[in-house]
T-cell receptor
Framework: QQQVKQSPQSLIVQKGGISIINCAYE??????FPWYQQFPGKGPALLIA?????SEKKEGRFTISFNKSAKQFSLHIMDSQPGDSATYFC???????????FGGGTRLMVKP | EAGVAQSPRYKIIEKRQSVAFWCNPI?????LYWYQQILGQGPKLLIQ????????DSQLPKDRFSAERLKGVDSTLKIQPAKLEDSAVYLC?????????????FGPGTRLTVT
C-alpha cells in the first residue's frame, strides 16, 4: 500500500501555542493533500487541503505548508485552543480517483 | 443538509458470526466509500462505489467481506465469518462526482467488537 507517514503520534501543547504535525509521502503521483480532524465517537471531518501547485495555504488558524521536492507537508495550528484537542490525520490521493491514503494520526491535547 | 447516516452505531458479535452495516450517503452524492479504522490507526479504504458500480475493491478481504450498493444510494457492508482482527470502526463516506471534487464526508461509524 502506498504509505503516508505521520508524526508525532501524540502532541501536548499549551493554550495559545503552535501545534505542528508533519507528514511524508512516497508516491509522486499524489496531487491532493487534505488534513482531517476527528473527535472521539465521530467520523473524520475535512479541515483544510492543498494541491502541489502552491507551497502554503492558510484558513483561519490552520496552515498547510507543502514541500514538493522533499515530499513532505505539515499542518500548523496557530493560537491552539482546548477545543482543538482531537486526532488529526493527513491524507493523500491522486486524480486517478478519490481514494485517500491516510497517515497514522496525531492525538493533540491542548492544555488550558 | 443531512450528513452520512450509519447504523448500527455499535455491534458486539462472537468470532465466526456474521454482521452487516448500513450506510445512507448525503443526497446527491454519487461516490460512496467504506473504510476500516483500527484503534489508533488511520482509516483504510476497503471499497469505493460510483453510483452502483465498484471503482476499487483491491483492499477488501473478499473471502469474508462483501459490499453492495443497490440503486446507487444506500450501501451495506457484510462480514461473514468475522474474525477477532475485524474489531474496528467501519466508516462510510460519500462525495460528489464532480471532477476535482475530492472532499469526502464521513459518517459517525459503526464500532464492531468481535469476541
Amino acid at each position: 500500500q502506498q504509505q503516508v507517514k505521520q508524526s508525532p503520534q501524540s502532541l501536548i501543547v499549551q493554550k495559545g501555542g503552535i501545534s505542528i504535525i508533519n507528514c511524508a509521502y512516497e508516491n509522486t503521483a499524489f496531487d491532493y493533500f487534505p488534513w482531517y480532524q476527528q473527535f472521539p465517537g465521530k467520523g473524520p471531518a475535512l479541515l483544510i487541503a492543498i494541491r502541489p501547485d502552491v507551497s502554503e495555504k492558510k484558513e483561519g488558524r490552520f496552515t498547510i505548508s507543502f514541500n514538493k521536492s522533499a515530499k513532505q507537508f505539515s499542518l500548523h495550528i496557530m493560537d491552539s485552543q482546548p477545543g482543538d484537542s482531537a486526532t488529526y490525520f493527513c491524507a493523500a490521493s491522486n486524480n486517478a480517483g478519490n481514494m485517500l491514503t491516510f497517515g497514522g494520526g496525531t492525538r493533540l491535547m491542548v492544555k488550558p | 443538509e443531512a450528513g452520512v447516516a450509519q447504523s448500527p452505531r455499535y455491534k458486539i458479535i462472537e468470532k465466526r458470526q456474521s454482521v452487516a452495516f448500513w450506510c445512507n450517503p448525503i443526497s446527491g452524492h454519487a461516490t460512496l466509500y467504506w473504510y476500516q479504522q483500527i484503534l489508533g490507526q488511520g482509516p483504510k479504504l476497503l471499497i469505493q462505489f460510483q453510483n452502483n458500480g465498484v471503482v476499487d475493491d483491491s483492499q477488501l478481504p473478499k473471502d469474508r467481506f462483501s459490499a453492495e450498493r443497490l440503486k446507487g444510494v444506500d450501501s451495506t457492508l457484510k462480514i461473514q465469518p468475522a474474525k477477532l482482527e475485524d474489531s474496528a470502526v467501519y466508516l462510510c463516506a460519500s462525495s460528489l462526482e464532480e471532477a476535482g471534487s475530492h472532499e469526502q464526508y464521513f459518517g459517525p461509524g459503526t464500532r464492531l467488537t468481535v469476541t
